[in-house]
């Protein structure tokens, strides 16, 4: 069983304007131990699904469908039960630690307060505890009297990487953990991110706009459009031979240095994210996409198997008209359950690829 | 005095225009910020040559700290060197007042983050025309100006956005429109420091485009400042790679970014996450401190070729001798005992 099932989510934030959908409908599995990257760019719902899943979003927030971790479901947990999973049972790793970290608490005194709120370690071990996490994140031991304000912002994100493990969490989310980070810092991090969750058997949700770094990190990848999945498979199939036409821009964004095609011929896309509140008919992607067909206005796409008869393609789905087209209904089974990580794909028993962008909400 | 070593590499540069004089260069550019309370002072910039010529995009990348903001601000006269000197047009800056602003309008600055950049109250069009009205005054072809700036930054057709505000605008745009407000003065020489950092990804093509596009334009050059490797191979002409406060390696991007000399550069392009490096060279711990340069090569307590001991046969020079400073043009150099030794 998977450590962490997410059904049909589906967030939407209060506002003056009415309902405005953030996340709609969005589903994946993560098995212990392995390793999922949601990508995409600013205001795609990437956060809010990281938010989403320990129930650390505001008040003004709406959410929908089911987060199971180990089994039980958090949006209907009681508030005590919550508490107790936070850091234990699923913890973050946010971005910009220096607005993470209480600049005028000693990091120490930070990386302690999850430890002591939850008992695991008797009082006076505490200490002791912390000394050893920061040993393991990289940091020597006296840096627990340091303030935020006297380290790097390296070392600011290894402070909260120990601070993920104080409790022993099965799951840890880290949202875009290297963003704002040089190349050989971020590659760092990365490295220690990576060794700490082979070594304590965590499962990881990696969040980023960058392709290339969560493809280095990830097992799987979940590209995310307006507020759902567009596409998700194995990391590095998702990144060098991408279905969806959005998957695809995201990836060629990143040139690779030394890559003849990219030389003095940077790759972008024009226009800008849909308005989640005014959403065009049809697939979101609509008005961006460089293959759009007459057809993309009618047609809202769901996430669907990629022809399973071509190279590469095994656990891998894409939501786009293109690639309903080549799915025989018959190759469009359930996926496979023994994946480490799957996106819930459709129920291809339902009608598919009927249904108007107004009626997913 | 430091000596000048480096070695020149075979074929000079295709892309590299013909003109012998740098439109902007800095030579022997040192800068020092004065410690406070008896403490060391930090060597930001510690020696460098740097040549802009016209019609080149150079850029200048390195971790944060390495000195490369500082640079770019010494090069657009907003620091003052303490040794070394700014040469534009073959003519060393001076520091007069009336002397910078003439030099501040043909030699342009782009921020790197456009939300925090424009003001959120003045219209696109107020704030494209500042620095005309700075220049100039209320000059009577101010509006044409103006929207002959917003074009060549690709806002189209410019009326539709002269009377926006900043937040209408995505953050693309906002980025088009900094660039506008430094193209309006025909300027030679733009410095962009990190200019698409804060963008979506999707909108870093956009900008990256422009600044190839208009690199294009007759007698424009850029220095674009960035910690970012794939920004150099998709828009720079050359690369100089900076290290506490001196160039470390530089020349063409093809053959400094393809096959790097120095140890730093090759660690660089080592980790990149798509680089598909079989063993990616991560160096522990942070860029050194400006306030305590080490002796010998700066980079040596961290070499990866040194600690391997590939490079044993000049290794005393490495902890014991200073590489020098590497001169100016166009050839690729590498500040590096090992590299230079012969491979």
């Known amino acids: 069983m998977n450590y962490l099932e997410v059904e049909d989510l589906r967030v939407s934030y209060h506002t003056p304007e009415g309902e405005v959908p953030a996340v709609r409908g969005v589903g994946f599995g993560l098995a212990a131990g392995s390793k999922l990257g949601l990508a995409g760019e600013s205001g795609c719902g990437k956060s809010t699904v990281a938010l989403a899943l320990l129930r650390l979003l505001p008040r003004s927030a709406g959410i929908r469908g089911r987060i199971l971790l180990d089994g039980e479901d958090v949006l209907t947990m009681r508030w005590g039960r919550l508490r107790a999973v936070r850091w234990a049972g699923a913890s973050i790793v946010f971005q910009g630690a220096m607005h993470s970290l209480n600049a005028v608490r000693r990091v120490g005194h930070q990386i302690a307060e999850p430890i002591r709120l939850h008992g695991s370690v008797p009082r006076d071990r505490v200490p002791q505890r912390v000394g050893e996490l920061l040993d393991q994140v990289g940091l020597p031991g006296w840096r627990a009297r340091s303030y935020p304000h006297e380290l790097s912002g390296g070392q600011r994100q290894r402070v909260m990487i120990a601070m993920a493990l104080a409790c022993e969490p099965r799951l840890v989310i880290a949202d875009e953990p290297t963003t704002a980070l040089d190349v050989m810092i971020q590659a760092q991090i990365l490295r220690l991110l990576d060794r700490l969750v082979g070594e304590h058997d965590i499962s990881m949700l990696m969040i980023s706009h960058d392709l290339s770094v969560l493809s280095g990190s990830c097992d799987r990848l979940a590209v995310m459009y307006a507020g759902r999945v567009v596409e998700e498979g194995p990391a590095h199939a998702v990144v060098t031979d991408a279905r969806h036409p959005y998957a695809a821009a995201l990836g060629s964004a990143f040139p690779t240095v030394g890559d003849p095609a990219s030389r003095r011929a940077p790759h972008g896309l024009p226009g800008d994210p849909p308005d989640p509140a005014d959403l065009p008919s049809g697939c979101a992607f609509r008005p961006r996409c460089a293959v759009v067909e007459d057809r993309c206005a009618a047609i809202d796409p769901v996430l669907w198997p990629v022809d399973s008869d071509s190279a590469g393609s095994a656990g891998r789905s894409a939501a786009c008209v293109r690639v309903l087209d080549s799915a025989a209904p018959e190759d469009t089974g359930a996926p496979d359950g023994a994946e480490t990580a799957t996106t819930r794909v459709a129920d291809p028993d339902t009608t598919l690829p009927t249904q108007e962008s107004g009626a997913q909400y | ?343």
């Open chain 2, 1 to 343: 005095m430091t000596t000048h070593a480096g070695r020149s590499r075979s074929a000079t540069p295709a892309s590299a225009p013909a003109v012998d004089t740098p439109v902007l260069a800095t030579q022997e550019l040192r800068v020092t910020f004065a410690g406070r309370g008896g403490r060391a002072g930090a060597h930001a910039v510690d020696g460098v040559n740097l040549d802009l010529r016209t019609g080149e995009i150079v850029a200048l990348v390195g971790e944060s700290g390495c000195g490369k903001s500082t640079l770019a601000r010494a090069l657009l006269g907003l620091e003052r060197p303490s040794a070394g000197r700014v040469v534009f047009e073959g003519e060393p800056l001076r520091y007069a007042t009336r002397a910078l602003r003439a030099y501040r309008r043909r030699v342009q600055l782009v921020l790197q983050d456009p939300t925090g950049a424009l003001n959120p109250r003045h219209t696109v069009y107020d704030a494209v025309a500042e620095g005309l009205r700075i220049h100039e005054g209320h000059a009577r072809d101010e509006r044409e100006r103006v929207a002959g700036a917003l074009s060549r930054s690709g806002l189209r057709p410019p009326e539709r956005f002269l009377l926006s505000y900043p937040h209408e605008l995505s953050g693309g745009q906002r980025q088009r429109v900094v660039i506008a407000g430094a193209l309006i003065l025909d300027p030679e020489v733009i410095v962009a420091d990190e200019p698409v950092a804060s963008l979506d990804v999707s909108v870093r093509g956009e900008i990256l485009r422009l600044l190839l596009r208009l690199r294009a334009d007759p007698g424009l050059s850029a220095l674009v400042v960035t910690h970012d490797l794939g920004l150099a191979w998709n828009i720079a002409d050359r690369v100089a790679v900076m290290y506490l406060g001196r160039i470390v390696e530089v020349g063409p991007v093809e053959e400094v970014l393809t096959a790097p000399s120095h140890p730093y550069t090759q660690a660089l392009l080592s980790v990149l996450p798509e680089s598909g490096a079989s063993s990616p060279v991560v160096l522990a711990g942070e860029p050194p401190d400006p306030t305590r340069v080490p002796g010998g090569c700066r980079f040596h307590a961290r070499c990866q070729v040194l600690a391997s001991g590939r490079a044993q046969g000049v290794a005393d020079r490495c902890r014991g001798e200073d590489p020098g400073v590497l001169e100016g043009g166009t050839e690729a150099r590498v500040a590096c005992h090992w590299a230079n030794a012969g491979d």
